[in-house]
């Protein structure tokens, strides 16, 4: 079999694999993830128009090129949906080159062959466009969409001109291919192809600042999502109001670079906390802190939120993300004493305490069940 041959076929189950990749993604977002549908989909019709020159020598032309470029289409609806407020103008702008592509698959070459490229050519940069303006909104998380679209969109206008040897084309584009999904496999990519901001808005996440002070925050059968929409919803409402919070992250259960998506580390009105295991001193003048996970440094760190409180006499929060973790390293007996001590203190300030637990991780009930006798509040979510 010639290299020309290995090299298409290869480049074509990658590309198709890709794309199966992506649409079991959506199907596990539902209908948070069309982003991930429509690049499936462009995907899947791309290793389509690769399999159809692999096949055929003599198929037509005309058909690999509609492929091709309804591939880009929907990768072009895909960016524009994540790129929320430019959807249509997407769509507008690649209804363009689709525009011309028709024309010049209706008319006589040489003007037609012109118009064909012309309509490639603007759809890739329609495209390159989108990508950077997706890297420019959300930041790092969106290096490897970019350098694997930079470097796909580059080979096939090689492959165009004919200006590469197809084989070094295809290999080279099976790479640029994988970099592209091994971006998007990143969990925090989700941020990205799900519209949180639109999500933040349903979610029922004001719990009363000025009642509870301390305030259980119960987590049964709900993604990690809605939990981290949830924190970032409550921290939107006490901005709002210039009310002051901490979060407590225990063994980094929100990692640095969720933090930095969620904008939370460079917002004035939020202190970040994490809580690890191995933490040789305390650090005071960077955020995050970070905390040794003993019980004394813990219930110092409470202690002098709440006495900042008291010079600053501005309602606050104290969100322990996820109390559990700590029940289950510290025992509950432990964390009972500490989180009793705690209450009484927070009764006589305006500090609130809102702590994540999962009952289903508590196999002895009477753990839960004193937990939520000594809340002031239960929201279930």
Not at 49 to 63: K, N, P, W, Y
Not at 248 to 258: A, K, L, W
Not at 336 to 351: P, R, V
Request: glycine content about 4%; proline content about 4%; overall charge positive.
């Amino acid at each position: 079999m010639p290299i020309e041959t290995i090299s298409l076929l290869t480049n074509g189950f990658i590309t198709l694999l890709c794309g199966i990749i992506l649409f079991c993604i959506f199907c596990k977002l539902g209908s948070m993830g069309y982003f991930h549908l429509f690049w499936s989909l462009g995907f899947i019709l791309y290793s389509a128009e690769i399999f159809l020159r692999a096949a055929f020598s003599t198929v037509s032309s005309t058909l690999i090129a509609v492929l091709f470029i309804f591939s880009l289409l929907l990768w072009s609806a895909g960016l524009g949906l994540i790129l929320e407020k430019i959807f249509k103008k997407f769509l507008l702008m690649g209804s363009f080159p689709v525009t011309l592509f028709i024309i010049g698959s209706l008319i006589q070459k040489p003007m037609g062959s012109v118009l064909t490229l012309i309509a490639f050519l603007t759809m890739l940069i329609i495209l390159t466009l989108g990508v950077f303006l997706v890297r420019e909104k959300y930041g790092k998380i969106a290096n490897p969409l970019l350098f694997g679209w930079v470097m796909l969109g580059t080979l096939s206008i090689l492959f165009l001109l004919k200006l590469l040897f197809p084989p070094y084309v295809d290999l080279l584009a099976s790479l640029a291919k994988i970099i592209i999904v091994y971006g998007v496999l990143n969990p925090n990519f989700q941020f990205i192809g799900t519209p949180v901001a639109a999500l933040l808005k349903r979610l029922e996440a004001n719990p009363p600042t000025t009642r509870a002070h301390f305030t259980l925050i119960k987590c049964e059968k709900v993604s990690r999502l809605k939990e981290l929409s949830w924190i970032k919803q409550v921290i939107l409402n006490n901005s709002s109001r210039n009310f002051k919070t901490t979060l407590i992250t225990v063994y980094d259960s929100v990692s640095i670079s969720e933090l930095k998506d969620l904008e939370l580390l460079n917002n004035g009105n939020v202190n970040v906390v994490r809580v690890l295991r191995e933490v040789k001193e305390r650090t005071e003048k960077t955020n995050p802190v970070t905390v040794k996970d003993d019980l004394t440094s813990l219930g110092l760190l409470i202690s002098s939120v709440i006495k900042q409180n008291e010079k600053e006499k501005i309602p606050q929060t104290i969100i322990v993300y996820p109390l559990s973790w700590l029940i289950l390293t510290h025992s509950w007996k432990n964390m009972y004493l500490l989180l009793s001590s705690k209450i009484s203190e927070l009764k006589e300030s305006q500090t609130h305490l809102l702590a994540f637990y999962y009952p289903k991780v508590h196999n002895d009930e009477t753990i839960s069940y004193t937990l939520e006798k000594m809340a002031e509040q239960i929201i279930s979510i």
